[in-house]
C-alpha cells in the first residue's frame, strides 16, 4: 500500500487535552480513570475515562445548532497541538477540495437525542426534535460536518462506524481515497462522547467492570467506557517521524458481541495489514492491542496475536490510561503507537498487575525503552469488524 506519513497529530482523553498532557500521564503511569460521575448515568457504579470541562464549554455562537457534547469534544481537540494550523497549511498546499476528511464514530452525537427525549417525557411534551437537531447533533455525519466546517475542508467526507475499529478503518479508507487520486491528503480521526446507550448498554452485556480495567489480568473482569477524539493529517510527504505503512482489515461475523474464540478475524486482518506493508511477522517490534479487559475478548486476541506472530514481540493494551473510547479507540490507540515509535518506549499494560497464565503473549506490565521500528495496533468492533494497521518509523 501507499505508505502515508503523519504529518501532524493531536488527541484528548481522560487523561488530558493535548500531546503535552497526554505524554505526562503515559510516562507517570497516571490513569485517566475515575469512579463515575458522568452526572446523566452517575447511578452506574463503574469507573469511567470522563473528558474534564466538556460540560461547562458551549460552542461558538455562530455555531450553536451544532453543540452538542460530541461536538464539543471534537472542537477541544481540534484547538490542540497546532493542528488546526497543519491543517490550514495543507488546505493553502493541495485545495479545500483536495484535502479529504474521513471520521470514525460509534454512537455520534446520540446523547443529545437520549437528554432531550428524557426532558420531553419529563415534561410531557412532544420531543423537541427537528431534522435540523438530528442532522446537526445526532446523525452520523453530525460530528463530519462541524469537523470539515470548522476547518474549512469541501474534499471527500466519510463516516466510518463499524463500532470499535470505526476510527482505524478511517486509516484504510484514506488510503483508498488518496490511491484513487479523490485526494491528496486527509484529516483521519475519530471521536466518541459519553452517551447513556453506551454505558447502560455495555451494563445490559454485563461488560462494565466495577474497577478501572485491567487488561489482560487474571483477576479481569469488564471494561471501563472512556470518551475521546484523536486526529492525523495524512500526506504522501512531508515532515513526520511516522508513517502508516499498512492497514489490515477484516469482517468475521462470528456473533453480534462475541469475537471468534480463536481470533480467527483477528488473525487475518494482522496478516493483511504485515502483507501490505511488505514486512514478514518477524518484522513487528511491538503491538499495541485492543485489549479491552473482558475475559473472552483477551483470550480470543491473544489465540490470534500469538499466531499471527510467533517471535512473541511485546505487547500491551493502553486502555487503562484511556478507558474504552469505542468509536475513538482505534485513532486513539494508533497514535499512542506512533509515540511509542517515536520515543523508542514500549507502555506497559497499566492495570495488569499479574498477568493471566492463560494468556501466551509477552505482555509487558512495566514500561521500558526499546527500539522499535515497525509496530501493529489492532482495532476489535462488535459483528466481526476488525482492523490492524502498521506503523513504521521513517529513516
Excluded at 144 to 172: D, M, N, P, Q, Y
Aim: net charge negative; proline share 4%.
Amino acid at each position: 500500500m501507499t505508505a502515508l506519513v503523519i504529518t501532524a497529530s493531536t488527541l484528548v482523553n481522560a487523561c488530558g487535552a493535548g500531546w503535552s498532557a497526554v505524554a505526562d500521564a503515559l510516562f507517570a503511569g497516571r490513569t485517566g480513570l475515575a469512579p463515575n460521575d458522568f452526572a446523566p448515568a452517575a447511578e452506574l457504579e463503574t469507573y469511567i475515562g470522563r473528558v474534564d470541562g466538556l460540560e461547562r464549554t458551549p460552542l461558538p455562537e455562530d455555531h450553536a445548532a451544532d453543540d452538542c457534547r460530541l461536538n464539543r469534544l471534537i472542537l477541544l481537540t481540534l484547538s490542540q497541538d497546532g493542528f488546526g494550523t497543519a491543517v490550514a497549511r495543507a488546505r493553502e498546499r493541495y485545495g479545500a477540495t483536495r484535502v479529504g476528511a474521513f471520521l470514525g464514530t460509534s454512537t455520534s452525537g446520540i446523547l443529545a437525542t437520549e437528554l432531550a427525549t428524557r426532558e420531553g417525557l419529563r415534561n410531557g411534551e412532544p420531543l423537541p426534535l427537528s431534522d435540523d437537531f438530528y442532522q446537526r447533533r445526532h446523525s452520523m455525519y453530525a460530528g463530519l460536518r462541524f469537523l470539515r466546517s470548522w476547518l474549512g475542508l469541501r474534499g471527500i467526507g466519510h463516516t466510518v462506524s463499524t463500532a470499535c475499529s470505526s476510527s482505524a478503518k478511517v486509516f484504510g479508507a484514506a488510503r483508498r481515497a488518496i490511491e484513487a487520486g479523490w485526494c491528496d491528503a486527509a484529516v483521519v480521526g475519530g471521536a466518541d462522547s459519553l452517551a447513556l446507550s453506551t454505558l447502560h448498554g455495555f451494563r445490559s452485556l454485563e461488560l462494565l467492570s466495577r474497577f478501572a480495567c485491567r487488561p489482560c489480568d487474571a483477576g479481569r473482569d469488564g471494561i471501563s467506557i472512556g470518551e475521546a477524539a484523536g486526529f492525523a493529517l495524512l500526506e504522501r510527504d512531508g515532515d513526520g517521524a511516522i508513517a502508516v505503512t499498512g492497514c489490515g482489515e477484516s469482517a468475521d461475523a462470528w456473533h453480534m458481541s462475541s469475537p471468534h474464540p480463536d481470533g480467527a478475524g483477528a488473525v487475518r486482518a494482522m496478516r493483511e495489514a504485515i502483507a501490505s506493508a511488505g514486512l514478514a511477522p518477524s518484522s513487528i517490534d511491538y503491538v499495541n492491542l485492543h485489549g479491552t479487559a473482558t475475559p473472552a475478548n483477551d483470550v480470543a486476541e491473544d489465540r490470534a496475536v500469538c499466531e499471527a506472530l510467533p517471535h512473541r514481540p511485546p505487547v500491551s493494551s493502553t486502555k487503562g490510561w484511556t478507558g474504552h473510547a469505542l468509536g475513538a479507540a482505534g485513532v486513539t490507540e494508533a497514535l499512542i503507537t506512533a509515540f511509542a515509535l517515536e520515543r523508542a518506549w514500549v507502555p506497559r499494560t497499566l492495570g495488569c498487575t499479574m498477568p493471566d497464565p492463560a494468556l501466551g503473549a509477552n505482555v509487558a506490565t512495566t514500561s521500558y525503552t526499546a527500539t522499535l521500528r515497525h509496530a501493529l495496533t489492532n482495532s476489535f468492533g462488535f459483528g466481526g469488524n476488525n482492523c490492524t494497521l502498521v506503523l513504521s518509523r521513517r529513516g
